[in-house]
């Protein structure tokens, strides 16, 4: 099997599939290639499994056309500031700034300076898993990481916050 190393003063052995499905292996500085080796032939089966899911969610969705890029930045700049405005209401959270991105690998994300950005794909789930990121986002301007407080937070003002993740997830 190919992949790929990367050293550095880490700790411990770790596996990524890209969404090209390169295999990557983060290492230590000072672990053998047969260690390496060794370690991969051990998790040849999640491999497997993570290239099977990446393929499949690659099929599901598709790259979208320019018409639909359009599309769905149209409806970003129209249906999310309605919904920022909603939950700062609700919570009493302000961000700085909105963007509209083309990020592929995260819908959203909030800056130090409380600047979020989110992705034009989010437009493609439910209206109850863009609500989610939106609170999600709007949380980060007052807990900048993934803390107890942060999903406590997240959790007062949308208690079904869980099921709505997962929607995300397909």
Not at 75 to 93: C, D, Q, R
Request: charge should be positive; hydrophobic fraction near 35%.
């Amino acid at each position: 099997m190919d992949y790929r190393i990367i050293r550095s003063d880490r700790k411990t052995l770790a596996l990524e599939v890209k969404s090209d499905g390169e295999v990557v292996v983060r290492a230590p500085r000072r672990v053998t290639v047969a260690t390496i080796e060794g370690f991969v032939n051990s998790h040849t089966e999640w491999i497997a499994k993570a290239k099977q899911r990446i393929t499949q969610r690659q099929k599901a969705h598709k790259e979208p056309t320019e018409a639909e890029v359009s599309m769905l930045k149209a409806l970003a700049k129209a249906v999310l500031p309605k919904k920022i405005e909603y939950y700062s209401h609700l919570t009493g959270l302000k961000c700085t700034g909105v963007k509209i991105t083309s990020a592929k690998t995260r819908f959203g994300s909030c800056s130090g300076k409380n600047s979020i950005c989110f992705s034009y794909l989010l437009m493609r789930y439910p209206d109850e898993a863009i609500d989610y990121v939106v609170l999600h986002e709007l949380a980060h301007t007052r807990h900048h990481d993934h803390s107890k407080n942060f999903w406590k937070l997240v959790e007062k003002y949308m208690p079904d916050y869980k099921k709505r993740k997962e929607l995300l997830k397909g």
